[in-house]
């Protein structure tokens, strides 16, 4: 780790990456948006400060890169009301408390539900078999990094009291649904070096040409960051709407096939809500009907009357969740941050999870 440090931390490096950054905005010599898509990138930039180091005129916005913010509210209902039906719930910590339209799982548990938290969802599959009598339901959360390893259990023959509730989104979905945002003027986009690592970097070419805007993948160290936004700038400097892998020692072209294999055998993309967002086209991971036994929204009939509340959802009560998440406001722009909403008692989303842009920037601050 401090080799890691020394090499990926090290001041004299980053000065010289944020002097070729300033180069290229002096070359560009306008105003300029760039968005990254992952709650590990925006705590990097937070905590390393790195926004104070950007020249004047380039913009590094957080846009729908929080897997837990973007559960929908009604997803959330759909686990609380089958841990009041007397199923099993499990999922990982971060979703406890994220808020359904009107109640979380925390809520559920602490009105009698079982709710259970693990740290993977081969944890989950240990608890069904420690307890056979008993239906054992994994709320299945993240984007497609983490979908991987809920497909590998998926096709490995859990117990059969084992099913899945899935929530997973995909990210290149709603890369594409910020591009056609006519409220935001995205030139070039920094793409998760860990979710490219399955995916491989060639999966965001297709993006980069029908968009006109470059895409780089970047790993999660202050000078992966830096680097990658050198690169970025470099290329909307030139015009060219190009991928570019500045994490080679992680990403490759292809990624990983055998994952990718397994991920498009247990899932497939559906049009799904994305929280505070909109309607995704292809932003849900649904299992695939082969693996219908272990789908949980068809095993069970998940009625959420008793447990949903449209008017209290986190828009209504000033929440701006959506509008961060599509790159459209910070959390300075919410009168509630840190003083309503504060990670010990969250008003939304992004203020729940360690990956929210309202948690990171309370627990870093934001902007310098
Ligand atoms: Fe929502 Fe809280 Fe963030 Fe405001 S500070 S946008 S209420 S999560």
Known sequence: D???QLKFRDPARARALAEALRHNMDAIGREVSVMHVCGSHEQAIARFGLRAVLPPGLELIMGPGCPVCVT????????VALAMQGVRVCTYGDM????????SLADAQADGGKVEVVYSISQ???LAHAHPDEQVVFLASGFETTAVA?????????PPNFSILSVHKYVPAAMEIVAASKETHIEGYIAAGHAAIITGWAIFEPFAARTGAPVVVAGFEPLDILAALVKLTELIREGRPEVANVY????????NLPAQRSLWRAFRTVTGRWRGIAEVPGGN???VPELASLDARKRFRIDTAGVRDAAAEEEAKGCLCGRIMLGLATPEHCALFGTT????SPVGACMVSSEGQCRIWHTYGGVP
Not at 72 to 79: I, S
Not at 96 to 103: E, F, I, N, W, Y
């Open 96 to 103: 406890l408390r994220l808020p359904g339209t009107a109640r």
């Open 124 to 126: 989950a599959v240990e």
């Open 2 to 4: 401090l080799f890691r």
């Open 341 to 344: 909403c504060v990670p010990e």
């Open 72 to 79: 929908d509210g009604p997803e959330v209902d759909e686990a």
């Open 248 to 255: 080679p020692r992680c990403v490759t072209k292809e990624g």
């Open 285 to 287: 991971l649904e299992l």
């Open 150 to 158: 809920t497909a590998a259990v998926a096709l490995a023959s859990p």
